[in-house]
């Protein structure tokens, strides 16, 4: 059962929609009865600006968590310079806490963007090992409590593409019993340091990041644990969407990929299952050297409730895990189902709620921001 209270104060200002976090405290996947992106938008106008703010708390009971509460406020165009600056608050009845802030600044000197944040919290989650997906008896948990502070800088280039960079310090303090998948070697058991350097090439072709109706979008993002690092590991992730609109309804279909090679930290392997990639398949049950993902997602526009406009939606997606070479022919395990979406601030803020299924269980979702 969910329970949401909104409150919204501000206007209609342009926006980037973030990435995906390490962590996802607001996903709360039911396992069977067995068990328990950043945009290139057009350049503000100049002008005096003056901060406006979003407040979206929300009320929560579900199984995982038991009660809890989450609230993110937005201040857009902060200290009155282009972008926004977000901080949002987890906690669960079974102490469960996470708190992120960012900083986004947008259009220096017209050209530039940069991003910096800081997550810090305490998230007990499930560690099955890779497969496709691992067997239910290698289920194990790890209470991880983890501080990460990145920076990002940005360089808006032509045709609505742009590349960056990254520099990540991620600190992380795990504890776990020799149970499940955890009885055999596992890399960065315990946590350790890392330093993480990061590059990445996107293009922006949609008309609102946070809530697409028409467009492309494309990015591509690779990273690298620095010598020194507790260990040296490199990634490789793909995303590409197209959303088209005819009358209020929405289709939008995206095509993922993750790859890993090195000496990757367990909670790292790349995965699938979770809020924005194979929503239905509990605790990132699909993990391996690489995984892939193709999903599509129909969203109905509604008549406005209360003053407010809002979604209904259906999606399915299918993703594998495997080896780099392995994976291409690795068996496909579906997941769909639905969800609302209420829209606020234009659009460009968005609150959502799937429930997903798939053949390994179930999942609810409560998010900020469309899956994809």
Known sequence: MIALSLAALG?????????????DPLVVATPPATSV????????????????????????SLPETGPGAAIKTRGRDFLGVPGYL???????WKKQIDFDLEWLRDSIAGVWRTRNGVQVG???????????????????????????AESRVARYLPAGWAVEGSLMLDVEDLTSEHEGAFRAPTV??????FVVA????????RDLPEDPRHGIYFRSRAQTSTPGSETVWHSWQNDVSQAVTLWRLTAVGRLRSVNGWGDIPFWETPYLGFREALRGLPDRRLRGEAVQCAGAELRLRMPKLWGAP??????????????????????PLPA???GLRLLLDGGRSVLRADYGVSPKGTGIYLDFGQAF
């Open 188 to 193: 960065a058991r315990e946590g350790g340091v």
């Open 198 to 205: 990061g590059a990445a090439i996107e293009h922006e072709g």
């Open 310 to 331: 809002w979604q209904i939606a259906g999606f399915f997606e299918e993703g594998r895990a495997g080896t780099h070479r392995g994976v291409w022919t690795a068996e």
């Open 122 to 148: 305490r998230f007990p989650s499930l560690w099955y090992g890779s497969g496709n997906p691992p067997p239910d008896h290698l289920k194990a948990s790890y209470d991880p409590l983890y501080v990460i």
């Open 86 to 92: 977000d901080a949002k608050v987890v906690v669960t």
């Open 336 to 338: 769909g189902g639905g």
């Open 37 to 60: 992106q950043a945009s290139s938008p057009t350049p503000p106008e100049s002008g005096e600006r003056t901060t406006r703010w979003l407040v979206i708390p929300a009320l929560f």
């Open 11 to 23: 206007g209609a200002q342009e926006t980037i929609a973030p990435d995906s976090i390490v962590r």
